[in-house]
Each structure stands twice: as C-alpha cells, then as structure tokens.
C-alpha cells in the first residue's frame, strides 16, 4: 500500500462511524487505511509528518523575571511596600529592613510555588512510553515511541507502559493495570471484541490507554490516537486550562488589605485636610502627624505573622505525614466543608484482602488487612481454631498451592507483593490458616500447570505426594468453577442454587467472589490438559475479596463528619462495590451516583443527587471536574484527594488538591496543594484540625493587632483634631510596633488548638476575615485603648511633668495594654482565670517577659531615650499603667463570659 496512492489515515473517526471502542478490530483497521501486518516505514514516515510526534508539548512559560515580578501585583503588598518606604524616609532602617524582608520573603514563596499547572503538565507528558515495538510491513521493529502514528500495531507484552490509545486486534491473557486512568482497583482483563458507544472508561475493553501498564498477558493494538488526542492528552488539557483557585485566606486576606488601604487613605486625607484648613496647622507638621497616623494604621506585621502562622501549620503537618506544597493550603483544610476522596488507597489499603470464606458447612468472616498474614477466622463472631477445621484447611491448600504470586517483607519490614492481586490475597489467607509455602510445596510439588486465560476463566495446577496421589487444584470464576463441580468438599451432591445464592449475598457487600476445587487424576498422570477439566470436581469453597476500608478511615470519616465535613467517596470501581465500601465507612450508600447518570443530569438535578448519597461510582475525569464544580456552585469550599493522572484536573480545579505520595502518579502530586506521605484518609482529617488552628490564631492575631493599631492612630486622630500636641510621636509609634511584631504578635502563632475546634462546623465560604463580632470588639478595645492612653497622658502632664514623660508613660501604656490583652486572646470565649492561661503557651510567657525587658531599656537606658525622646518614670506612672491594664483585661473577660452565655465559642 503506497502513500500517494491512498487518502491520508483520519486522526479522529467522524459522526458516522462508531467510536473506537465500539468498532470491530478489522472495522477499525479499515477506518484508518492500514492491516495487521501494519504500516510502511513510508507511510509511517507521511503520517508521522502530518500528524506530527507521539508527544504531548507544553504551553509557553513566562520567563522567571515576569513571574517573580508578577508576586508584588497584589494589594497587601502595595500597603507593605507604602509602609516600608514610609518607615524608611522617617529614617527607621531597622523597621523598615524587616517589613521589606517580609515583602521579598512572599515573593519568593509565591515564585517558588509558581507554575504548578505546568509541573502538572510535565508529570502528565511523563506518563507516555519512551519505547514501543511496532510491526512494519510485518516486521518487528522497537521505536521511539514519539514516531508511532495513527494506524501503527503495537506489540505489547507484560511489564510494558502503553505508549497511545490502542484498539485491541487480539489478545493472550491480556491484563492492563488502569488505575492512573480510571480508578479502577484491579487490572482489567481486556480482548479484541467490541463494546457499547456509551460503555464508561473502564468499561471498554477492547482498549489499551496511554499511559496504563499491562499487567499479564500479551496482546497486539491498533493506534488509533497519539499525543493530545490520547485519554492521556485530553487530561492534559484539561489541567493546562483550568485556572488555579485562589484560597479562603488569600481572598479574604485581598478583601481587608483593599478596605484597610481605602480606609487609611480616607482618613489620612480627611486628617490632613482637617489640620491644614480648620486646625490653622503648618504643613509641614501636618504631614509628618498624617504620616504617623499612616504608619499607626497600617498592620505592617500581618503579612509576616501570617506567613509565620502557615509555616508552623506546615511544619505541624509534616510531622502528622502531610507534606504542604503552598502555605496557605494549611489554612483551606480548616475551612472546607467537603472532601471528596478516591476509594483505593485512600479510605482502602489498596491491597486485595480475604474478608469471607464460605465453606459447605460454614461461613466464615476473615478479619485482618492486606498482605500481612496477621488475622484470623471467626464464626459468628467467635475464634475459628483452624488446625482442627479440615474444610478450611482443604480450601486454603488450594489457595496457596493454585498460586503464582509472592509475598515478601521490605527492609522496613511491610510485606510486598509481587504478582496478581487477588492471587496475593489467597496466598495471605493460606498463611492466616497457618499453613507453610514451603512445607507444604515439598509435601505435594506441583508438576504442571494451566495458567489463567480470559476465555477460561480458571486457573489449574497438577500435584503429587510422595505416596502416589494425583490430583488437580483449581480457581476461577465462581460460575465457571461451580459448572466443573459435581459435589462439595462434604461429600454431598452439589447443590449450584445454594451456592449460588451465598455468592450472590458477597457480591451484594462488594466482594470479589472466587471459586475452589481440586479432583483425583489417574495416578500416572503428568501433563495437565484442558481434557483433564471436566465436570468432575469437589468444591472446596468460594473467597471472597475485595478491598477493605482502613480501620483508621472509617473513625476519621467519623470525625470529620462531627465536624460538619461532609465525605464524598469518588470511585472508578462498580457502584456495588463501592456502595458496599461506602457502607462500611459510615457514609450514605443508598442508591450511589454512576458516572452515566451524571451526563444524563442538569446542575440543579445533580445537586438534587448529591444531597441524597455520598457514594459515586465510575466517574470519569470530566465527572469529578462536573462535581467539584457543582458543589463551589453551592457555596461549599472543595477538597479534592487523588492518586491517578485521571485525578489531576480536579486536584487543581478543587480549593485544595490533596494527593497521595506512596501509590499517588507525579501529575496528581504536581496538580495538588498537599502530599500524604502514607496515603492515608486519617491523615486529612488531621490536616482539617490543623488547618482550623491555623485560622483561629490567624484571626487571633488579627484580634490583637488591630486594635493595637487603631489605638495608635485614635491617638494621633483626636490629637490633630483636638489641636493638642502629638501624644505619641511616629518614631515612638514604630518603636511598639517593631517590639511587639518580634514578641507579643508571634506568640499567638504557637497557640494550640481550641478545645472543641473538631466539633463545630466548618466556617462558611462567603464569612469574611472581620466578622461583625470581631469587628465589635476591635471597636471596642480600641476605644479602651486610647481612652487608658489619654488617661495617662492627661495624668502626666497635669503633675507637671514633661511631655517626654508623658509620651514615654503613653507607650509603655500601649504596651502593657498589649501584654494583658494577650492572654485575653489566647481564647476567643473561653475565660483566662484558670492555670493554662499561663501555661498553656509558654512562648507568650517569654514573649511577654522580653517586652518587658525591651520597654525596661525603652524608658531607662540613656541611649533609648536620646533615640526615641523618652524619659524615665517613677513608680506612681508604672502603678496607674497597670492598674488600667488591668481593669481592660477584666472588661473583655467580661464580655468573654457574655458571649459563652449565648453559646459563642468563635468569631
């Protein structure tokens, strides 16, 4: 077949034909011009430049100096950077280092975190096979699997990553590991036959996706798309194009950096006005008080006590086995209100595990999980002892014996499998029985063997003993196996309507039910043939499997649902199987969710749906995007876990991305905000605890520095408007701020949790970061504030003293306010009079120790004084500071008690 004389292969079918899937193998050759025999290197050649290479190409990046640049475009940022240029023109180089440290420490992190939809990319280009063995004109070559085209037949062999979307022409034993792509638990056996036009993903198994693994087996396929026509391709664009969500705290921390800079410059201006055309006061003095007020105002040490906060968060984390990639993920977690979470390897080990075992005269439960051989067997709840139990030993013989995988123990001492799944759960139930590989391979050695084929659906080895016996061991497809069977292990006559029945009961609770038997050969017996397997066998039992949920999940799905967390398990696995799961874990299974009743739903409907379960079964990517997006539609904040490359566009598409890092694909890792080091759902609901302690001492520490603030500029306010010298001068001003940013403002990033912070519900999307009752008792504490600070002022000078003295006796004013109102903070309502004020944060204690020291060198050291204008203060000044100090911390712990009477535990 030459090139110039035939139409150039079609990269995509049209609307008339049938989709890949749903085609037969030689329609689907016919459809893209080529044979079994595959294509010419010409023609390979011609379509290779049509088509273009078997890769996928990555977007244009901005270079790095634009993205550095692009970290200071943000309002907070412009308030720094006013701060710091106004602290450096006033000459205070110290203050104004650390809040221009602060600006380029963001920038840095920012940068540093810049890019991930890219990252995201490269981990999904990653995905596609260097090699593939092709036929060409017949002959078997090994390429670069970016030449393969469309209309190319591809070798595939186990072990081998598929390197493009194939139509399967024929297969042997063929089994293909598609859990990046689909979800799905188990390799999926696959043949040549075509399927449904809508069978879901997972269902198409006359397909190989780029980017899957082939498990066993053999099998030859048809190229059918290549690059960014592949699954794989088509998830890729999915990530390229989706925008990354900006967080809770960063739109609420862009919120009130917008209303504080608006209202600075409001009054800024109004005060300026004011003083130069009513209060008759130069310009020059009217400035330099303006800009006081200024500085006052602005919270220059929040961007870095936040910074601080998320940083300990993440550090937290890390030691709880949850790795943060941007810091404000820390804080997102805390506020969520659903988490939607895969099943495999999440909620579940991830390892296929026995968990029944029906035998003719019992059924028995296994208890234990995955591939350690630690559990047992129970009848109705009591200990089976299985030395004595002949029927079980007989059925678990069979498991260990009709078996090709091995169970191995790592350095770190977990056991590893290597071979099939379901095989491995066989051999771990064997050794639960207490039976020995190795003992029990010399007793009876095997001499033959008939390996698993999809068109059998069984597996049969040949045994004998050292006393002459021959005999056949077999497992397989429940209906396949009871069809070969003519008794039980019982010896009674099979009875395939009981039996069938027990099996229907565990498929019903999601388990994977598996068939064994074994049946006396003649004794010269030594090949085993597929005339051997007839009906003629003992059933010795049926296993069944399935992958159960991790003890631990199921009390963290609990505790996050005491939380008003609501969980959402999203699966690839079938919607029996997943609501058997779901049930287990405590989440609403009735009537789950499948990926086709989605397409078949509007918005409003499928909300509907996902108020009545917490179950979705054989969803596709552009589901789990459909979902995500659907429940932000309604106001929740998202989270999204997720393992697979098919994961990916709705880690990023989620307010937080949580990947796993053990099983979990470089581009779910690369799309996410967080990284589970085990794996494991306990840990995210860790992560939510300690994401709401990060954001109760967010707002603590908001709850302190305002206040501080606005007493400082209420100062400078009434002062200018008063037409009365400045109380407190703007060098004075950056003086508290400097030593409480350092000691008093850090502490509150130590705090622990609150009691009771897992039994609230989550904060809502739309609350902003000064609620109407933090906004009530800033209000208030700033009025006591400069009130004290008046009182004092006033008291000093009517005693004659100098206006040093009494600017000096107002900052140490201002300072002790802070250091009692410290311990207000530490509990939104909660009461301070008890011991764990004190010694519940040993950081504020110290904290509050130097403050003290530093005023100490503030008001007495002669080098301080001649720096800032200060003078020193006798005992009376220090007596009515902290008498007033005190009656403030009194006030609010009043009020404190009020709010606990009207059950406010936060605000």
């Not at 589901?623 to 659907?630: F, G, I, M, Y």
Request: aromatic share 6%; with cysteine.
């Amino acid at each position: 077949m030459r090139p110039d004389t035939h139409p150039l292969p079609r990269p995509a079918i049209d609307d008339q034909q049938p989709p890949w899937h749903a085609q037969a193998a030689e329609q689907a050759l016919q459809t893209l011009d080529s044979s079994a025999t595959g294509l010419t290197p010409a023609e390979a050649a011609v379509r290779l430049a049509t088509h273009g290479p078997n890769r996928l190409t990555a977007a244009a990046r901005p270079g790095w100096l634009r993205r550095f640049a692009g970290q200071f475009n943000n309002v907070l940022i412009y308030v720094l950077l006013a701060a710091g240029f106004t602290t450096l023109w006033l000459e205070d180089l110290i203050d104004a280092a650390v809040i221009f440290c602060v600006v380029l420490i963001n920038a840095v992190i920012g940068f540093i975190q810049e890019g991930k939809a890219e990252r995201a990319l490269e981990a999904v280009h990653a995905m596609l096979a260097s090699h593939a063995t092709v036929l060409r004109d017949g002959e078997r070559h090994e390429i670069d699997a970016g030449d393969l085209v469309p209309g190319d037949v591809v070798l595939i062999e186990s072990g081998t990553r598929v390197p493009a979307d194939l139509r399967l022409l024929a297969t042997k034993n063929l089994r293909i590991d598609e859990a990046a792509l689909t979800g799905e638990s188990l390799p999926v056996d696959k043949d040549s036959a075509p399927v449904a036009p809508l069978a879901p993903l997972a269902e198409r198994t006359g397909m190989a996706y780029a980017g899957t693994v082939a498990a066993v087996g053999q099998g030859t396929g048809l190229v059918v798309a290549t690059a960014s026509a592949t699954e794989i391709g088509r998830i890729g664009r999915m990530v390229s194009e989706l925008q990354t969500l900006a967080t809770p705290l960063t739109r609420r921390l862009d919120q009130f950096a917008r209303q504080i800079t608006f209202f600075i410059l409001l009054v800024s201006v109004a005060t300026f006005l004011w003083g130069s055309r009513v209060g008759g006061l130069p310009a020059l003095d009217i400035f330099l008080a303006v800009v006081g007020l200024a500085v006052a105002a602005i919270p220059e040490g929040l961007p870095a006590i936040v910074t601080i906060t998320l940083a300990i968060g993440t550090a937290a984390m890390a030691g709880q086995r949850a790795i943060v990639r941007r810091l404000p993920a820390v804080e997102t977690l805390g506020s969520v209100g659903v988490i939607c979470t895969d099943k495999t390897g999440t909620l579940t080990k991830n390892e296929m595990t026995a968990v029944g075992v029906m035998l003719p005269g019992d059924s028995l439960t296994v208890s234990g999980a995955g591939y350690a051989p630690e559990g047992g067997f129970h009848a109705d709840g009591r200990p089976v002892a299985t030395d004595r139990h002949t029927e079980l030993l007989g059925l678990a013989r069979c498991a260990l014996l009709c078996n090709d995988a091995q169970l191995h123990r790592d350095a770190a001492g977990r056991w590893t499998l290597a071979g099939d799944p379901t095989e491995g759960a066989l051999l771990t139930l064997a050794l639960k029985a207490g039976l020995d590989l190795a003992e029990e391979t010399a007793r009876t050695p095997r001499t033959d063997s008939l390996p698993f084929e999809s068109e059998n659906r069984y597996m049969a080895t040949l045994h004998h003993d050292h006393r002459g016996r021959v005999f056949a061991l077999l497992k397989g497809g429940p209906e396949r196996v009871l069809g070969l069977c003519v008794r039980d292990a019982a010896g009674l006559p099979l009875d395939a309507a009981a039996w069938q029945a027990r099996m229907d009961g565990a498929a019903s609770q999601g388990q994977r039910v598996l068939a064994l038997a074994e049946c006396e050969l003649p004794a010269r017996t030594s090949e085993l043939t597929l005339e051997h397997i007839t009906p003629r066998f003992t059933l010795l039992g049926l296993v069944g499997l399935m992958d159960p949920p991790r003890p631990e999940a199921v009390a963290a799905v609990a505790e996050c649902q005491q939380a008003g967390v609501r969980v959402l398990m999203i699966t690839g696995d079938h919607a029996t199987t997943a609501a058997a799961i779901g049930a287990s874990l405590g989440l609403r299974d009735g009537n789950p969710i499948t990926g086709a009743e989605i397409d078949t739903l509007d918005d409003a409907a499928l909300r509907t749906r996902l108020g009545q379960t917490d179950v979705i079964a054989r969803a596709s990517p552009e589901h789990k995007l459909r979902l995500v997006a659907n429940l932000q539609a309604g106001g929740q904040l998202v989270a999204m876990t997720g393992d697979g490359v098919n994961d990916a566009p709705a880690l990023k598409a989620a307010d937080i991305g949580v990947a796993m890092g053990q099983r979990g694909t470089d581009a779910a890792r690369e799309a996410a905000d967080l990284v589970l080091t085990d794996d494991n759902f306990a840990t995210i609901a860790h992560a939510v605890r300690e994401g709401r302690r990060v954001f109760d001492n967010i707002k603590k520490s908001l709850l302190f520095i305002l206040p501080t603030n606005g007493g400082e500029a209420g100062l400078i306010l009434i002062a200018v408007f008063a037409g009365l010298a400045l109380p407190v001068t703007a060098g004075q001003i950056l003086w508290v701020n400097m030593v409480t940013s350092i000691t008093l403002d850090m502490a509150l990033a130590f705090e622990p949790a609150e009691d009771g912070v897992m039994r609230r519900p989550p904060r809502p999307a739309s609350e902003p970061l000064i609620t109407r009752l933090l906004f009530v008792r800033i209000a208030y504490i700033t009025v006591l504030m400069v009130a004290a600070t008046f009182v004092v002022y006033g008291w000093e000078l009517s005693r004659g003293h100098s206006i040093e003295v009494a600017r000096t006796a107002v900052v140490n004013m201002l300072v002790m306010s802070e250091i009692f109102y410290l311990f207000n903070v530490r509990h939104f309502t909660a009461s301070a009079f008890r011991w764990e004020t004190l010694a519940g944060n040993r950081i504020a204690v110290w904290a509050c120790v130097i403050t003290l020291g530093l005023q100490a060198l503030f008001t007495y050291a002669p080098p301080m004084q001649a720096l800032f204008g200060t003078a020193p203060l006798d005992a009376w000044s220090w007596l009515l500071i902290t008498a007033l100090a005190s009656a403030k911390f009194g006030v609010v712990e009043i009020e404190k008690a009020v709010l606990r009477r009207m059950g406010i535990q936060r605000m």
